[in-house]
Every structure is written in C-alpha cells, then in structure tokens.
C-alpha cells in the first residue's frame, strides 16, 4: 500500500525546520525524498540558502523510526497518503506555492467535480442557518462537493445540509488522524465518510489542534476550492484568514452581508469594504456566480427566444478573444498580452459586461459568458 517514498517523506516533513516549502525544494532538487534525506547532507550547497544549520536534522535516525511507526498506524486506520511531489494533491491545492507535501486521506474525494468551500463563525446565528439551508436547496441537483473545516456553528451546519441534500461533503482537519476534535462532531465525521465524503489533514498522528495548527487548516480550505464563501464571521475571526488566502491564491470569495450592529456580520461587511469579497445579494445570484449548474441539463424554453446579434467593435473583439482563450485572466496579464493601458481596457470590458459578453470576478478577473 505504502513505498519507500511514503517512509522518507514522513521523516523528512518530520525534521527540524523542513517546511512544506523546503521539503519541496529538497524534492525537486534531489528527485525525491529518500536521495533528498540521503544526499542533503552531503550535497546541500547545491541549495540556494540551505545552511548547515538548516539541514542539521535530516538523516536522524528517530525521524525514521517515527515513519515506520505511522505507516503502519496508517495502513490499520485506511488512511491515504498523498504526497505533493507524486501529484497526489487536488489539483488547485497543488497550485498554490505553500500547499502541504503531504496530504492524509480518509474518505472518498473526486476532484473531477467542482468544490465550493464555505466557512464561518461557531457562534452563528439564526440569519447565518438560514442562508446555509437557502444554498444547499437551491443547489441540491448540482454535482459539487461542500468543503469546510467541522467546527462547531458554520461548518457543522455545511457538512449536515450537505448529507441531508446528498452533496458530498469534506472536512478538513488541524490535528491528526488518532483523534477527533471537536469531540461532539465525532459522529458527523462517521457520517461524512458513510455518505461517501472524506476528512483531509496534513498533520500526522502526533500533532494535537494547537491554535497555529488552524490557519494551516484555513489555507487547505481555501486553496482547494476555486471559490470561498464566508457566511458570518466577526472581526479578527478564523475564516478571515480563509479569506485571505483564497485572495493570495487569486480564489473568488463571496461573503454574505448584515446589519452594521451585529457582531457576527461586521467580519463579512469588513471584507466587502475592503473589495477582499464580493456581496451575496441573493442564493440564485451566488449560484449563478459560482456557475453550479453548468453542468445541469438545460430544458426547453416554454416560449422560444430571437435574439438580436450586437456587432462588436474591433477592440471588443480583440479583448473578448483574449479573454476567451485565457478564462479569469486576470487584469495584468490582460494588459501584458494586448499591450493597452488599464484605462483603455476597463471601458471596453465595461461596455461586453452590459452587453452580457463577459463577467467580472473578483481580483480583477474576467471570464466570457
């Protein structure tokens, strides 16, 4: 079930000061993980800004020790180990510069099928429930998987509406895989994985959910989806660090907007202030957005339509092109690929939204409709 890669990728994720972003430089310098722990301390000059001091711990012989010991830890939980530099990872976490090199899988994930990850606060209120039911019925005959993180309040609530529409559902952990936190969530995690959903860590069986341990969390969230919802959130709150990151990853995030008073909603009005979310407006507008029910069969019209056909100028030809060929294209490479100037580019990108030829996405990106 497991390689011999699977062994010296715990051990060297194990070490002193080799971060997922280190351990992938290791990699990919040394063609894997067993020569990377081999050759690094001989070698590790051919590294730019590894010292001594850095690479210190690889090759201690307690590193491999505790590998073996969480194979086989593994094997007897029918966990999945998935490693980066093996392709292992969901395609869009496998994006993103900081994605964790090993990814422990419990549970069913297709990553064919859209994903939308949604988040929130524990403390959520009545208007918070409401909108989560409002979703996942106006989106029960979409094939898509719900991701959250099964925290109490908002995440509990996505996983549940999730099971009862037959949506599958993933929840992402921060701790590893010999316990279950928060304990009361214990049977809804049984029930994702009976429903065919998965649990996803990065963490192995010795680390507990310290409180660093949850933003590392938020990141997977974010970084797995193309598409971050955050339901209601106070300041300073967790799932603004979701957020943050899904902007990092150039990800859309929508936040759902209330009363200036509530505590609960000053988190999501903050993050539209500050252009890092788009408002919710209504669910059929979000669904829309999202583009859910693309992939739904779509039904003869009661009444056929005849449609005028607009002549587009030769620059809104040319930018609807471009932007037809390199979907959510964002603004920069826009301006690199047509060599215009931003002022010359936004009216004519404003003149194809109010023909319905193009929509904008959040972090100046551009899609054809």
């Given at each position: 079930m497991y390689s011999e890669e699977h062994l010296y990728a715990i051990a060297l994720r194990q070490c002193a000061f080799i971060g997922d972003i280190n351990f992938y430089k290791l990699v990919r310098t040394f063609g894997g993980a067993k020569p990377a722990w081999e050759l690094t301390p001989k070698e590790y000059k051919k590294l730019d800004g590894?010292?001594?001091?850095?690479?210190?711990?690889?090759?201690?012989?307690?590193?491999?020790?505790?590998?073996?010991?969480?194979?086989?830890?593994?094997?007897?939980?029918?966990?999945?180990?998935?490693?980066?530099?093996?392709?292992?990872?969901?395609?869009?976490?496998?994006?993103?510069?900081?994605?964790?090199?090993?990814?422990?899988?419990?549970?069913?994930?297709?990553?064919?099928?859209?994903?939308?990850?949604?988040?929130?606060?524990?403390?959520?209120?009545?208007?918070?429930?409401?909108?989560?039911?409002?979703?996942?019925?106006?989106?029960?005959?979409?094939?898509?998987?719900?991701?959250?993180?099964?925290?109490?309040?908002?995440?509990?609530?996505?996983?549940?509406?999730?099971?009862?529409?037959?949506?599958?559902?993933?929840?992402?952990?921060?701790?590893?895989?010999?316990?279950?936190?928060?304990?009361?969530?214990?049977?809804?995690?049984?029930?994702?994985?009976?429903?065919?959903?998965?649990?996803?860590?990065?963490?192995?069986?010795?680390?507990?959910?310290?409180?660093?341990?949850?933003?590392?969390?938020?990141?997977?969230?974010?970084?797995?989806?193309?598409?971050?919802?955050?339901?209601?959130?106070?300041?300073?709150?967790?799932?603004?660090?979701?957020?943050?990151?899904?902007?990092?990853?150039?990800?859309?995030v929508f936040a759902l907007p209330g009363k200036i008073t509530d505590r609960q909603s000053q988190g999501c009005n903050h993050l539209i202030y500050q252009n890092k979310a788009a408002a919710i407006s209504t669910v059929k507008d979000l669904v829309d957005n999202l583009r859910l029910n693309k992939a739904e069969a779509k039904t003869g019209d009661l009444f056929t339509r005849s449609e005028v056909a607009v002549r587009l100028t030769e620059s809104q030809e040319l930018i609807l092109s471009v932007i037809s060929d390199h979907p959510k294209i964002s603004l920069d490479d826009m301006i690199e690929k047509i060599s215009l100037s931003s002022h010359k580019i936004l009216p004519v990108i404003l003149e194809l939204e109010l023909l319905g030829k193009v929509k904008s996405l959040s972090g100046r990106q551009f899609i054809v409709l």
């Open positions: 590894f010292g001594k001091k850095l690479i210190a711990d690889i090759g201690n012989p307690e590193h491999l020790k505790f590998a073996e010991e969480e194979l086989r830890f593994c094997e007897q939980n029918g966990i999945k180990i998935n490693l980066r530099h093996l392709n292992g990872l969901p395609q869009l976490l496998n994006e993103c510069d900081d994605a964790p090199v090993i990814l422990y899988q419990k549970g069913n994930f297709d990553d064919r099928k859209e994903k939308v990850s949604i988040v929130g606060t524990r403390n959520m209120t009545s208007y918070g429930s409401r909108f989560i039911q409002d979703f996942f019925e106006e989106t029960q005959s979409c094939r898509y998987i719900s991701v959250s993180g099964l925290a109490l309040g908002v995440d509990k609530e996505v996983h549940e509406q999730s099971i009862l529409r037959n949506i599958p559902t993933v929840a992402v952990l921060a701790h590893g895989f010999h316990l279950l936190y928060p304990a009361k969530n214990r049977k809804l995690s049984e029930k994702i994985l009976q429903e065919g959903g998965a649990l996803l860590t990065e963490f192995n069986s010795s680390r507990k959910p310290d409180r660093e341990n949850f933003i590392q969390r938020n990141r997977v969230v974010a970084g797995i989806s193309p598409a971050t919802i955050v339901v209601e959130t106070a300041f300073g709150g967790g799932s603004i660090s979701t957020a943050t990151f899904a902007n990092q990853y150039n990800r859309e």
